[in-house]
């Protein structure tokens, strides 16, 4: 009965005002969880722009996850994401969702979040400075633009020709 | 009980408001920070140090046919500076920024892409041209001095250098 | 006319101030917290944002697709029933009995949503909402009754005119009472028990999401205006003006120093266990009975 | 020396011939048993010599000698000497007595080494699996070494092995994602009402294979930065204690400089640590002005950290035979006034905290756990000297630079969540003058040991004390640059198995409370490969009795 993509694009600017935050451990080191909440008190107060930490997957706009996924956590992970309701983020916290950190490719991980759920966005930081989160938190909603861009040098072998040798 | 209440509230007061403007306003770090690694292509030799001591191995010498490539994909680097300390020449260095959120991994992604030399007596690549010349430029006035081992023993693989330091040995012919 | 006019008032006071109440508190509570805090009209962004989202369970029985709408409803229903400044749009002899049991009514909308959710953290939390209302409802209706009983009416306009007229002790008894069950009725710390966050994951709210937790949200803030708005006409009725505007506006303003008090409160304690809660009300319930007695011996 | 030669002629007259002694130093012994006398022998150290049995480590060392080998390490807490009974197993046989009977602390461990060797232990009470994902398969064994580190093998038929609870309580299931855990973990409580009458546990959400990429992939100076990244808020210790165990094999001599700011980082962890703790029980039970204000005052310390270190967590200082930075002179102004700052600001807070009537409501009575039961669950750490059992490792078994800084162990013997809280209190202050201390008293020199090169197939072992309790780390090193086996006990593996203790006279409301109250940290314990997951061994036998209790109490008894 409603135009879902209207609501959705009314749903974006929406976020710009007030995004839940649902945040789940999906085998982290604690540090990223830490730095999240951190996120939240006095001196950074990410509630100024809207966001509260919810109790339940229902409440949430956003699906803050931090791990690398272990084999144990995923089934419950994916649960929690079918739990929130749509219009949804999935935010990656820290460099294990981010990229599997050092355990990467062990045999009781994912190596990361983007390999089990779709992944919106990014915050790598081992453990993001609650700084850090609360700027991909406004990349999320559309406050900032991203900063970083890859880097490819390519050397120029005809400026320095070897014959020296 | 009332009076404990009042106590604290004086307490919270007196803290007052500590919220930092951030990210209205710049964020600052401290000296020594460990942000974001760069890659400065300009200086890296291709020794991939680096690679060899990275934690959670995300760092990678990738070698094709006439081109050796130094990928780092910061997305799951651990910000421990360890790169930094073993590069020879300060090519990869962590600087101070941490807004590093965004949307593509491939933006997590440096790489620094190099021309390899070939061996003068096999013809296989076998290190980086920058590699060699440093080698080079280091050590040159030293065999100047000593007069020995000519540096065209560092245009020579490996591989080959054994085999013909082991046929001189047995008296045999004389490098190319 | 005069019914209807100011009928919508009230509802629209009720409903749409609301949220800037709850804003309010945020502030204050940021204030405590050391912080800075959400924008005042936040609970706005928030409401309009959950109108929006999906609904994440559409399907459900019946009653858990209702509640939210009727807790609203009645809520609003509440909101004709008390005097903002104005008397009461739909006062009449007995209002306050009326009162008592529309405003248990959106208790029990949100206990017969959290047991029809069929989760053991709803189930738990619309365990506690009705203990709670147990030794709640209680301590309410004595204080109206006794403040009835000295008035000699069951009409809110005529116990506030009395508390105006005749301030005596047991009025005074009967004003703390209730003052001391805004708390847990505006499921405020250290009574918010039933949708303690940390214990029980939002109780009875835990299986709603979209518009239904919208709706659920804003019966509650709008509660928490009735609650305090009601307590400051009866109990509270001095700062009267004749001219009916300044009126409203002094009660407004009165509503938001309570709410204000009520915060600190809030922030300025830890939640308690239900079985300590319901000894403490047991206490007031005992303490509200005294001041009923007191009035009936006619202090 | 006296001690160690004392203790190995008692085992000598007791057990005669039993054990061959691998080696002895001041602080540790190394022994060889055959596998029948050890029941005997664990029994007489844990049972009459007073011994805490600490861990179980199991290692595959088929490619050197055809055995696994299991290491029984025991701690003598009133002398401050470990022991270490070595068990080899025959790679055919794959079995060994259990222990648990008698220890029964020793249940988790014993499981855990069957899911990552597949060495059973024979009478072990109950043998579930204990570390691995329920859809692991039945016959691999991924700390074995001929299994490949990124192995996934496809999804098994999953076993349902959880507990129901019996008669007609309800099933409340806590977790994995639960808001006030910051971690994964799964508890079901079985709950009448608000009452709790039992519980069950399905932890190692985290379990990350740390153990197996520091044995199959990273080298010597890789793996402190992974142990660092076994928990976010005690991390210095995990490195710190693998550097110990690692300088230790190798007779590596720290320069005291290094150890001084071993010592001062460790000591600035805790202060953290236990504000963070602070914080997090006072948003638990709903006062979240608790958990703002003391987390405001903890902020310094993570600006402080940031400067000292590069980054305020992991702050990737420690590599084998030293530090990597410096803690320059003219950083020590800034440390000694943000020290005074903390200093005054927690000590408002805390003397607001203990004069709160109703917070202390919340606090008393709380999660009581008695000397006794304490000392019978092994339970280490802040949780233990809230018991009024004095075990403090900095003070029992000095490391770093304890042994030349003046402290005293904080204890309290109420038992429950207030007697935590305090012992915590006490705790941030005694690392506040720790570290000033330190600072003081820190010489000059380097930072880094001069050393050439790491013996294979030497032992070491470390103890230290973490904020939340004792965490052990054993090395054995190995011949290609890396260890030949690292395993890690974490304090909160101890403690965990005190948690039914302490539920048992608990409402649903103090759940949360008293599981935090025990500074969990679920990703230390789940760390890697050995550890633990709740010891059904316990907890069932536990959970009955309470059961009992309970109906005793509530309906007279009346079911069985």
Not at chain 2, 109 to 116: D, I
Not at chain 2, 135 to 150: A, I, S
Not at chain 4, 82 to 106: C, F, Q, R, Y
Request: aromatic share 8%.
């Amino acid at each position: 009965m409603f135009d879902q993509e209207k609501i959705a694009a009314l749903l974006k600017k929406h976020f710009k005002r007030s995004l839940w935050v649902y945040h789940a451990n999906a085998g982290s080191c604690n540090g990223c969880d830490i730095e999240e909440v951190n996120a939240f008190t006095p001196y950074y107060d990410a509630e100024r722009f809207g966001l509260k930490l919810v109790g339940s997957p229902r409440h949430a706009d956003v699906l803050l996850v931090s791990g690398p996924v272990t084999r144990q956590a995923l089934p419950r992970l994916k649960e929690l994401y079918d739990a929130v309701p749509n219009p949804k983020l999935v935010i990656a916290c820290g460099s294990c969702a981010v990229g599997g950190g050092v355990w990467f490719d062990t045999y009781h991980t994912m190596g990361g979040l983007d390999k089990v759920l779709p992944v919106d966005f990014f915050i790598p930081g081992c453990p993001p400075r609650p700084e850090a989160i609360l700027w991909g938190i406004a990349v999320a909603m559309g406050l900032v633009d991203k900063k970083v861009e890859p880097y490819n040098y390519q050397e120029n072998t005809a400026d320095k020709p070897m014959d020296n040798i | 009980m009332w009076l404990s209440k009042f106590k604290e509230l004086k307490l919270c007061l007196k803290a007052g408001r500590v919220t930092l403007p951030y990210p209205l306003a710049p964020g600052e770090t401290m000296k020594g920070f460990r942000g974001r690694p760069v890659l400065n292509g300009d200086l890296c030799l291709g020794c991939g140090a680096c690679a060899a001591v990275c934690p959670p191995r995300t760092i990678f010498v990738i070698d094709e046919q006439d081109t050796r490539t130094i990928q780092v994909d910061y997305s799951r680097c651990t910000y421990c500076a360890r790169c930094e300390e073993v590069c020879p020449v300060g090519s990869i260095t962590l600087n101070n920024e941490f807004e590093l959120a965004t949307t593509n991994k491939n933006d997590m992604k440096l790489s620094a892409t190099l021309s390899m030399a070939k061996c003068k007596n096999c013809g296989t690549p076998f290190t980086t041209q920058r590699m060699l010349a440093k080698l080079t430029d280091d050590y040159y006035p030293e065999w100047m001095q000593v007069k020995v081992d000519p540096p065209e023993w560092f245009s020579i693989c490996p591989d080959c250098r054994k085999k013909l330091e082991a046929s001189r040995l047995k008296g045999g012919s004389k490098i190319v | 006319m005069r019914v209807v006019l100011i009928g919508m008032l009230n509802i629209l006071i009720v409903l749409l101030l609301s949220p800037l109440y709850e804003g309010i508190m945020r502030k204050v509570r940021a204030v405590i917290h050391s912080r800075q805090g959400p924008p005042v009209l936040q609970p706005y962004y928030d409401l309009a944002k959950l109108m929006l989202k999906d609904d994440q369970i559409a399907e459900g029985n019946f009653i858990f697709k209702s509640a939210p709408v009727l807790c609203l409803g009645s809520i609003i229903l509440v909101a004709l029933f008390i005097p903002l400044g104005t008397a009461a749009p739909l006062g009449f002899a007995g209002d306050a009995l009326v009162l008592v049991y529309l405003l248990t009514m959106s208790a029990v909308f949100i206990i017969l949503g959290g047991m029809a959710s069929s989760n053991p953290y709803a189930f738990l939390g619309a365990n506690r909402e009705m203990m709670l209302l147990l030794v709640v409802e209680p301590v309410l209706a004595i204080s109206l009754l006794t403040g009835a009983i000295k008035a000699h009416s069951l009409l809110l306009s005529n116990i506030s005119g009395y508390m105006l007229a005749n301030p005596t002790f047991s009025m005074a008894v009967a004003g703390l009472a209730f003052f001391l069950v805004i708390q847990p009725e505006m499921a405020k710390i250290p009574f918010d028990l039933a949708e303690a966050e940390t214990e029980i994951m939002e109780g009875p709210f835990i299986e709603y999401s979209g518009r239904k937790l919208a709706f659920f949200k804003w019966a509650f803030w709008g509660k928490q205006v009735i609650f305090v708005a009601l307590f400051a006409q009866i109990f509270l009725p001095w700062l009267r003006t004749s001219f009916a505007p300044v009126n409203i506006l002094i009660s407004l303003l009165e509503v938001l120093v309570l709410v204000v008090v009520v915060e600190l409160i809030a922030t300025l304690n830890p939640r308690l266990k239900i079985e300590q809660a319901i000894r403490y009300f047991a206490g007031i319930i005992v303490f509200a009975l005294a001041g009923m007695a007191l009035a009936l011996l006619g202090l | 020396m006296s001690t160690g030669h004392e203790l190995l002629n008692q085992i000598e007259t007791k057990f005669p011939g039993a054990v061959k002694v691998d080696s002895v130093t001041e602080r540790v012994a190394f022994l060889s048993v055959c596998d029948e006398q050890l029941v005997a022998l664990a029994d007489f150290l844990a049972n009459q010599m007073n011994a805490r049995f600490v861990m179980e480590i199991g290692t595959d060392k088929r490619p050197v000698n055809q055995k696994y080998e299991l290491s029984y390490i025991f701690c003598l807490d009133q002398e401050g000497f470990e022991i270490s009974l070595k068990v080899m197993v025959d790679e055919n046989k794959l079995e060994v007595p259990s222990i648990t009977p008698v220890i029964p602390g020793a249940g988790w461990a014993e499981r855990e080494v069957y899911d990552m060797l597949g060495i059973v232990a024979v009478n072990h009470p109950d043998p579930r699996r204990l570390v691995l994902a329920d859809d692991w398969p039945e016959d691999l064994f991924p700390m074995r070494k001929d299994f490949e580190h990124d192995n996934r093998p496809p999804a098994a038929e999953v076993k349902k092995i959880m507990k129901e609870p019996d008669g007609n309580a309800t099933v409340v299931s806590v977790g994995p994602f639960f808001p006030t855990l910051e971690e994964p973990a799964y508890f079901r409580l079985f709950v009448e009402g608000e009452k709790v009458v039992g519980c069950d546990y399905r932890g190692f959400f985290s379990h990350r294979g740390i153990e197996k990429l520091a044995d199959k992939v990273l080298d010597y100076n890789q793996v402190p930065f992974m142990a660092e990244r076994i928990c976010g808020i005690c991390g210095f210790v995990h490195s710190c204690s693998y550097c110990q165990a690692v300088e230790m094999a190798a007779e590596i001599e720290v320069p005291a400089r290094a150890r001084y700011i071993r010592t001062i980082m460790l000591e600035l962890e805790r202060i953290h640590s236990h504000l963070l703790w602070i914080g997090l029980a006072g948003h638990i039970i709903g006062f979240d002005t608790v958990l703002m204000q003391s987390w405001r005052v903890r902020e310094p310390v993570m600006w402080l950290c940031e400067q000292i270190t590069g980054n305020r967590k992991t702050y990737g200082m420690n590599l084998v035979g030293g530090v990597r930075r410096d803690i320059p002179e003219d950083l020590h102004p800034k440390i000694l006034e943000t020290l005074d700052k903390i200093e005054s600001e927690s000590r408002t807070i805390i003397d607001a905290i203990i004069k709160d009537k109703p917070l202390l409501m919340r606090l008393q009575g709380v999660g009581t756990l008695s000397r006794e039961d304490g000392r019978k669950l092994c339970v280490v750490g802040p949780t233990a000297r809230a018991s009024g059992l004095e075990t403090d490792i900095r003070v029992k078994y000095p490391y770093a630079a304890y042994g030349e800084l003046d402290m005293k162990a904080a204890f309290q013997t109420g038992g429950d969540v207030l007697a935590r809280t305090l012992v915590r209190a006490e705790e941030l202050f005694t690392a506040i003058d720790l570290v000033r201390q330190a600072l003081q008293k820190m010489p000059e020199g380097p930072i880094m040991a001069e050393f050439s090169d790491i013996p294979p197939y030497r032992e070491g072992i470390s103890l230290i004390e973490a904020p939340r309790g004792e965490s052990l780390h054993y090395v054995l090193t190995g011949p290609d640059n890396r260890p030949y086996r690292w395993s890690v006990r974490a304090p909160t593996y101890a403690q965990l198995q005190a948690i039914p203790d302490m539920l048992s006279r608990s409402t649903v409301a103090d759940f949360p409370l008293i599981v935090a109250s025990i500074d969990p940290c679920f990703s230390c314990t789940e760390r890697v490969e050995t550890v633990d997951r709740s010891s059904h061994t316990i907890k069932t036998y536990r959970r009955e009795e309470l059961l009992q209790q309970l109906q005793n109490k509530y309906r007279g008894g009346e079911r069985s």
